[in-house]
């Protein structure tokens, strides 16, 4: 996308809900312009939880009704049942797939590659194998070629200036979300979800009030911290984010919630779902309160 939209972590299991990232391709001699919406999903896992089992039907949504799939796996790792799985779900769906090699950066033998793309082809037959790196920007002009290429033609979805279906409310909780799983370890990372409860944006400033829930008391004192300073750390690191994004000062307030097992809750998943809370924002079906 060449801006930041999605959180990254190392952490797997980091983006939770599907989102649309637009870009824009300028009409260039005699090639058309072209809109391709890219649509990052949950990576595919075997779940454990209500909160897995929602990130997986993310992956079957976004798989309905796309014209291509671009299937991402870490080139440097032996094939796992998870890429299996992604492997086959993409088959499932009937859609032409391009296996993407990411993390080429990492390969100290290129020549490593060959036999890589070979134990793949075996598998299925891709409409493209692409090695890139995300990271340094390598073989990303070549996939959009091939992505644009590939894709049927269609109507313009978005307006010029639009790069995601996100609204700025729910990227202000992904960011904060970042933080903690980039400052907390082990279970806490995965226990903590986070609600934006105000956000009023104004031509300067904007006021975001934000909980951050987990699910035991011992997490909530980590991430308090001692003397409250790792709130402090995740607030400041995500407030300049935010600052960052919005293009206003932002006054960020964060409050640490308990809620037990919410991550086995139905309707607190549901709950967490951007989509639904947008329609519950606006009025168009009823919001139920925790
Ligand atoms: N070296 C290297 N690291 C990369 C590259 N692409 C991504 N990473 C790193 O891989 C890690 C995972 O990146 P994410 O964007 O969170 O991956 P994801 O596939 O969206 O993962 P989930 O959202 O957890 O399913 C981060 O630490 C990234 O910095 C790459 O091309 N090279
Ligand atoms: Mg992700």
Request: charged letters at 30%; glycine letters at 6%.
């Amino acid at each position: 996308m060449g801006e930041r939209l999605a959180i990254i972590s190392p952490k797997p299991q980091t983006t939770r809900n599907r989102i649309q990232g637009i870009v824009h391709v300028p009409k260039q001699g005699k090639r058309p312009g072209a809109q391709v919406i890219l649509i990052d999903t949950p990576g595919v896992h075997k779940p454990d939880s209500s909160l897995g089992r929602k990130m997986m039907i993310e992956v079957r949504e976004a798989l309905e009704g796309c014209d291509l799939i671009l299937l991402i796996v870490d080139v440097n790792k032996r094939l796992s049942p998870e890429d299996n799985f992604a492997l086959k779900l993409a088959q499932q769906a009937g859609t032409p797939v391009f296996l993407l090699l990411n993390k080429i950066d990492l390969l100290r033998d290129k020549k490593a590659l060959l036999p890589i793309i070979e134990e793949f082809r075996q598998r299925h037959e891709f409409k493209e194998i692409i090695p890139l790196s995300a990271l340094k920007k390598q073989g990303l002009d070549l996939l959009l070629e091939k992505v644009v290429n590939a894709l049927p033609t269609g109507p313009k979805y978005f307006p010029e200036h639009q790069t995601t279906d996100q609204p700025a409310r729910f990227m202000a909780a992904e960011i904060i979300r970042e933080r903690v799983l980039l400052e907390t370890m082990e279970e806490v990372p995965h226990a903590t979800s986070v609600i934006v409860e105000q956000f009023e944006e104004g031509p300067k400033l904007t006021r975001i009030a934000a909980a951050i829930f987990c699910e035991r008391e011992g997490q909530k004192a980590i991430l308090v911290g001692k003397g409250g300073q790792m709130l402090k750390k995740i607030g400041t690191a995500a407030r300049l984010n935010m600052e960052r994004m919005l293009q206003t000062k932002v006054f960020l307030e964060l409050f640490v919630k308990v809620q037990p097992g919410w991550r086995n809750s139905r309707s607190v998943v549901d709950e967490l779902d951007w989509r639904r809370q947008l329609e519950g924002l606006t009025g168009t079906s009823g919001r139920q309160s925790r």
